[in-house]
């Protein structure tokens, strides 16, 4: 149990185009989803706290207009980066807590690279 | 501000010996310490956690220490095993409910 999947788990686009990154809780549903980028051989670091049915909290630093994220229903949140750029490249990883509770699970992450 | 520290990037360990990795915080406003292992282009696994009103927490092979005056907190892995080798991240957060903050991680290596 208790497993999320990430689509897709690697995609290579130009700059200037948009990506979007699915994250779905497989067998339980999740009112929070979290997402998060890593850069080579450094932390996760959160990007965003997404709540279903109301708008995502961004951590500071983070643009909201470059990164949206949408979390329509219980078991799928969506990140898109918008008008990506070589910097954007990194992994990508959301993770989503059971609506009861406890601790987050995390999905495979996604490799985006911006040429 | 890195409030989640691993100041050892990696270490090296025998197989069937004791591997201890180690974390310290900043913040005294977290409540709540996981640990996750973590394999290359992979999502972290949760491994174990332990909330500040313990200071010890076992599971398996697994154990976490919490020193919450020294601001200090260990995952001891005995005995260690090949497949134990992954990057292992440090978390913590002000509640069981909390966003996590992680530490950079620390690459364990177990040779045979």
């Known amino acids: 149990g208790a497993v999320v999947s990430q689509h897709p788990s690697w995609v290579i686009c130009k700059s200037g185009t948009s990506v979007k990154i699915e994250c779905r809780s497989l067998?339980?549903?999740?009112?929070?989803m979290f997402w998060y980028r890593q850069f080579p051989k450094q932390s996760l670091m959160l990007m965003a706290t997404s709540n279903e049915g109301s708008k995502a909290t961004y951590e500071q630093g983070v643009e909201k207009d470059k990164f949206l994220i949408n979390h329509a229903s219980l078991t799928l949140s969506t990140l898109t980066v918008t008008s990506a750029h070589p910097e954007d490249s990194s992994f990508y990883i959301c993770?989503?807590?059971?609506?009861?509770?406890?601790?987050?699970?995390f999905g495979p992450g996604t490799r985006l690279t911006v040429l | 501000d890195q409030q989640v520290k691993q100041n050892s990037p990696s270490l090296s360990v025998q197989e069937g010996r004791i591997s201890i990795l180690n974390c310290d915080y900043t913040n005294s406003m977290f409540d709540y310490f996981l640990w996750y292992k973590k394999y290359p282009a992979e999502g972290p696994t949760f491994l174990i956690s332990?909330?500040?009103?313990?200071d010890k927490n076992e599971d398996g092979r697994f154990t976490v220490f919490l020193n919450k005056s020294a601001k200090h907190l260990s995952l001891h892995i005995v005995p260690s095993q090949p497949g134990d080798s992954a990057v292992y991240f440090c978390a913590a957060s002000a509640n069981s409910w909390g966003k996590l903050q992680f530490g950079s991680g620390t690459q364990v290596v177990v040779t045979p």
């Open positions: 993770s989503a807590r059971d609506i009861r509770g406890g601790e987050q699970f």
């Open positions: 067998d339980f549903q999740a009112t929070t």
């Open positions: 332990i909330s500040s009103i313990k």
